[in-house]
């Protein structure tokens, strides 16, 4: 297996091409089962790749690379199609192949039925290529390819139900949204390949090939101060790369499109808007990480990004109706959450949160999907209430995703988010003020988080039914009784749910154990994240007091939490149907001021000038004038064509006189 | 002698020439055309270039004008018929286009140095023998040789298709 | 001896002869014996350079010049032919479709 | 200079008459093998055995009318025998009828001149012959004349292309376009008996060369431009007298050529045992071997039925042509591999 990675990459691109060509005449099951196996292949081959390749390498070279061809070169500028595995690639890919493959299964039993059933697991697995892709790449350029693809596959899923128009609606404002970050991503890129004369990662003296981040470890950090953002430096590249992120990741202001994007199937919500696509920002940011040290005036962006974010979009959460949209802007919040971690230096932090994220939040969406399944695509959580003994399964499992994602002791949650919480506490390097601050916003996000988690659970589960004025009557008649989700939904469900509670013990803080046991996901990471020693908060000769510190704030955060839950628990068993504020429910109206600020006047300055103006007037009217031109000179030419060949010939000697003589007069 | 040689076959192409353009029938004009032809290949033949003077008469009095003859006597045309002349004024262009033409031409060679023509050989490997030719056509000249083998296949499906009768 | 210019001239003379022909003449086979002299005019000014300079690569193009003639000559008749049976006049002033 | 131009005027002359004599015997010749191969008698009346017949048959034709048709195209009409005669003496100029003798104490080869492209200047006159055939037959306004110039201008180039492709076996083998040096070629012997003839080697390319020849000569099976049956007598129906006595003599004087040509090509030319001793006798090698192929072009002649037309057209181009390529072929590819 010495093209692993290779196979990881080509498992999802074959199945999604066979998928792609006979797919419309396969039945529902060999659908179900091509696209599972390809990325089933695809997780067996990464486990093995990372267990059995990568980790027996030393700790300061654990990096393969699979080199296959030079893509592009173009004089100094030159990209490979070439794959590089290290610790944070191998992380993600882990949990991508694992947890996509769960979706994949999920959604064989979810999408049963539906129209266009092979063209949905052509794009899941042609998402997972170019995820997997966009992760594996081992220069920017690569990454991109992948980053576009991902963008690419999302639209296409969210759109899945074209023929709905806010389905459509939906997919064209998360391309656009996208869009916009992609071009602050290439920008960066070339600024980077300016500066540093390459776009691989890493050099590779056996492709002869310089590394960026290699350049960037040589240079001096810049200075903190905003200006440096302008300045066409370190700092500046690392501000447009984070614009791409600030798309990708659904950050503030680039929000918008990820609640809209629930138009599409609910696995899609899941694995695209949970577990892998939104976090591959995070991932950009880490991978890039040696730049980023080098540039304290974006990090402090994406911290104060992040922080605002993640405490944002959790007061919107407090306040939806729809339960996936709860969960999509629990998800912006998350997200927030992560890129405060990587905003205060602690990048491992923020991975290890995306990492336990990815179950908890794929598990609450499947089961928020298997809900809606059981109430035939209701998804109006004030029609829902008393579910807990029509899907025991469901419930019980998602209840270890709500404790989980909550915050609640000794679950994955509790470790990853209380890691950030202590890493914002603790940073140094924007001053003691704020990080406060930052800290403080994230005490906050927690509490909200626990708020809004119990009330949707509260809504959803707990209670009585309120099923009865269903919207759609019939329905609503025909299947009175809500009934569990075949077993390749509830499955999914079960091995998520395990993973939300255990998987938080691969990163238990090493202040927990009093330094004796070392954080063990931090550990393994470290080779790949450039030295976060010398910004992070815990540095060697601190680390007596930071232990001491850690245990206070973990006991903060442990009681925000379940303050949080309790809170939720008695507020909304009273009033489960209590009128949040219309600002809170209108989402602050950011769409409203978006469409009157942004879209209206590109729209009216399209239309007004560039349509009706330049246009009609100036592009028609110059392609118009060329083609009466052309026909005002034939008109003219023609009576020289008389149909006559020996008028061509006199012409045809003239011409020859006219030549020769031009030669025998120079 | 070889100026009393060029003299006579000179005039003899040139006065051919002149009787071709000069004829109505077409089949004056041909012979006359092999007649300049045949002037031609003489001069070759002064110029030592034997070979040419030789194909000279094969391929052009002996293959193409027979075609051209053929054709004539095919299409067994009389006398070309005064008809309604349709471009007169081309008529009076062409003397003047012939004057320019002419003039063009004799302004661009007074200044050719006359330089003598190298002594012929009776060697078989001489400039214009049959060795020299063919040595040069098999190796320098090669890719045109064959383009030129590639336009006369083209030329043989293309006078096949356009003389077919349509229902043959 | 004969000088080079004298070929030369003999050869501008055959051209332009044949190119007044070519102007002059309505018989589309007299335009094309026109034609065919055009070309030895200028095969007689190629030969000549030829054996002034000792290069065989004018008597070269000849050949080439022969072989053009004579694929030009076996599809312009067989275009001629076709032309006699559809108008029955090798007048060239007779096919005059494509104009106005 | 002058002894060379005077040697050269010799020469011609002395050809030129034993050519006209050999012409008007050979009319006899082939009426006399008709007579014998048909089990008739023949011409035997003037003279003894009517060997002065030929010279009856001339007087004759000087002094019946000659007739102009009213509607001919006059010029061409009178031209026309003249350019089929003129090509036919013109070619006999570059054949070896013998190797060097010495005659009044002055070396003199038995050629009339010699050219280091011998053999294109014969194939080029032999392409010309064909305007006197095609000129008799346009210009005497008479469709069976314009029938058979037709025809005979389309099988004279159809043919000349086998012709040629035959040839280039011999011309390969020798490497030279000088006929005295294919005929010098071909002495000596192949394991002192063979003789070194290129018969031996390209049976193949005589072969065609001998249908080819018959079918440029217009001689049968191949006369379909004069077929009487058909034609009346093809492209000199409308001539008489002297001028029919012209196209006469050009076919047998191209007969003679090429016989003469096939021996020298095919048959070794002048050389035979003893011809280094005594030169005299390449003539007579010569003389005998030209015509034991005459003898078997009237033979021929006597033998077989006339072609039909697309038959004709049939062997020249999709039978003849071919082989002739394939022995190009192959020709060149044995001497390739065995050099």
Known sequence: ?666 | MERVLFIIFAAAAVGSALNLIAQRNPMYSALSLIGTLASLSALYVTLHAQFVAAMQIIVYAGAIMVLFVFVIMLLNLQEDQPRIEKQQWLRYLAVPFAAALMAEALYVFRNVKDIRLPAGSDSDRAVGATWSIGTSLFTDYLLPFEVTSVLILMAIVGAIVLARREDG | MVPLSWYLALSAALFTIGAVGVIVKRNAIAIFLCIELMLNGANLALVALSGFFGDVGGQLFVFIVMTVAAAEAAVGLAIIISIFRTRESLNVDDADTMKL | MTSLLLEWLVKIAVVFAVLITSVAYLSYMERRVAGWIQIRVGPNRVGPFGLLQPLADGLKFIFKEDIIPIKANKLLYLAAPAAAIVPALMTFIVIPYGSEIVLFGKQIALHVTRINVGLLYLLGLASLSVYGIVLAGWSSNNKYSLMGGLRASAQMISYELSLGMAIIGVLVLSGSLDLVNIAQSQSGYWFGFLPRWNIFLQPVGFIIFYIAALAETNRVPFDLPEAEAELVAGYFTEYSSMKFAMFFMSEYLNLITSCSLAVTLYFGGWNGPGVNSHPWLSLVYFLVKVFLLIFLFMWIRFTLPRFRYDQLMWLGWKFLLPLAIVNVVVTSTVLLLAS
């Open chain 1, 1 to 666: 297996m010495t093209n692993a990675l290779t196979i990881i990459i080509l498992a999802p691109l074959a199945g999604s091409v066979l998928l792609a060509l006979v797919g419309r005449r396969l039945g529902e099951r060999a659908i179900g089962l091509v696209a599972s196996a390809a990325i089933l292949v695809s997780a067996s081959a990464s486990f093995y790749v990372f267990f059995q390749q990568l980790l027996p390498l030393r700790e300061d070279n654990r990096v393969i690379h699979e080199y296959l061809f030079t893509w592009i070169k173009v004089g100094a500028f030159r990209s490979d199609a070439a794959l590089l595995l290290d610790p944070l690639s191998g992380v993600y890919i882990l949990f991508i192949t694992f947890v996509g493959f769960l979706i994949h299964v999920f959604a064989t039993g979810y999408m049963r039925g539906e129209k266009g059933y092979w063209r949905f697991f052509t794009y899941l697995n042609l998402f997972m290529f170019m995820m997997l892709l966009l992760v594996l790449a081992d220069n920017f350029l690569l990454m991109f390819v992948g980053w576009e693809g991902v963008g690419l596959c999302s639209y296409l899923l969210i759109g899945f139900y074209y023929e709905k128009t806010f389905a459509g609606d939906a997919a064209k404002k998360a391309f656009i949204v996208n869009r916009i970050g992609d071009f602050g991503f290439a920008l960066g890129l070339m600024l980077l390949f300016w500066k540093a004369g390459t776009i691989f990662y890493f050099t590779d003296p056996v492709r002869g090939i310089q590394g960026a981040f290699n350049w960037a470890m040589t240079q001096p950090a810049e200075s903190l101060a905003l200006s440096a953002v302008f300045a066409g430096g370190m700092t500046t590249v690392a501000a447009l790369l984070f614009v791409g992120a600030i798309g990708k990741s659904a950050q503030i202001p680039l929000f918008v499109w990820l609640p809209d994007a629930m138009a599409g199937p609910t696995p899609v919500s899941a694995l695209i808007h949970a577990a892998t696509m939104v976090t591959a920002g995070v991932y950009m940011v880490s991978r890039a990480s040696s730049i980023f040290i080098h540039a304290p005036a974006a990090m402090l962006i994406i911290a104060v990004v992040g922080a605002a974010t993640a405490l944002f979009a959790a007061t919107i959460g407090l306040a939806q109706w729809d339960i996936k949209k709860v969960l999509a802007y629990s998800t912006i919040s998350q997200l927030g959450y992560m890129f405060l971690a990587c905003g205060v230096g602690a990048f491992t932090a923020g991975i290890f949160h995306v990492f336990t994220h990815a179950f908890f939040k794929a598990l609450l969406f499947l089961g928020s999907g298997s809900v809606i399944i059981a109430l035939h695509h209701e998804q109006d959580m004030r029609r829902m209430g008393g579910l807990k003994k029509y899907l025991p399964i469901t419930f019980w499992t998602m209840v270890c995703g709500w404790l989980a994602i909550s915050g609640l002791p000794l679950l994955s949650g509790f470790f990853s988010k209380d890691e950030i919480l202590f890493s914002a506490y603790a940073s140094t390097q924007f001053g003691e003020t704020t990080a406060r601050v930052l800290w403080a916003a994230g005490a906050i996000t927690a509490f909200l988080t626990a708020v809004y988690m119990t009330r949707m659970m509260t809504l959803t589960f707990f209670g009585d039914r309120r099923a009865g004025g269903s919207s759609h009557g019939h329905a609503a008649e025909a299947h009175a009784v809500p009934h569990e989700s075949p077993w390749s939904m509830t499955a999914p469900l079960v091995i998520l749910a395990i993973g939300a509670v255990v998987v938080g013990y691969f990163g238990v803080p090493e202040g927990l154990s009093g330094g004796k046991i070392p954080n063990y996901f931090e550990h393994l990471l470290r080779p790949s994240i450039a030295s976060e020693a010398h910004t992070s908060a815990k540095a060697g000769d601190e680390a007596a007091v930071s232990h001491s510190l850690e245990w206070i704030l973990t006991l903060i955060s442990s009681a925000i939490a379940i303050i949080g839950i309790l809170t939720g628990l008695r507020w909304f068993k009273r009033k489960p149907l209590w009128e949040p504020p219309k600002l809170l429910e209108e989402k602050y109206r950011v769409d409203e001021a978006y469409d009157a600020t942004v879209v209206r006047p590109i729209k009216a300055l399209s239309t007004g000038l560039l349509w009706k103006l330049v246009d009609v007037r100036v592009i028609d009217g110059a392609v118009n004038g060329v083609a009466k031109l052309a026909e005002a000179a034939g008109a003219a030419l023609r009576h020289l064509q008389g149909g006559l060949a020996r008028a061509y010939v006199a012409m045809v000697v003239l011409g020859a006189l006219l030549i020769i003589g031009y030669f025998v007069t120079k």
